[in-house]
């Protein structure tokens, strides 16, 4: 009798570590993903103000081409995701 209690113990420890390990796993995740969509609404903002302010510097074709192919990618980014 003493055995069941024993292994039911040691079960019951197992499932409770398992437990915190997905709690655990799953609060790091969250964290991670909080910081990647703070980073990519800063790079969201940062990114075309970069460009812009080029093309309004620079007076030079070559740069205002290139923003343009820019923002026509990133537009199309924006939309696919």
């Known amino acids: 009798m003493s055995d069941i ?12 570590k398992s437990v915190d390990m997905i ?3 799953y609060n790091r995740e969250h964290k991670r ?3 990647r ?8 903002l940062v990114i075309p103000i970069i ?3 080029l093309l309004f510097v620079v007076n ?12 026509i990618y ?3 980014l924006s939309y696919c995701h």
């Open 51 to 53: 460009f812009l302010t």
């Open 5 to 16: 209690k024993d292994e039911t113990s040691v079960n019951i420890d197992t499932a409770a």
């Open 23 to 25: 709690k655990d796993y």
């Open 37 to 44: 969509i703070k980073y990519g609404i800063i790079a969201m």
């Open 33 to 35: 993903n909080k910081d």
């Open 60 to 71: 030079s074709s070559k740069v205002s081409c290139n923003v343009d192919c820019f923002f």
């Open 74 to 76: 990133y537009k199309r």
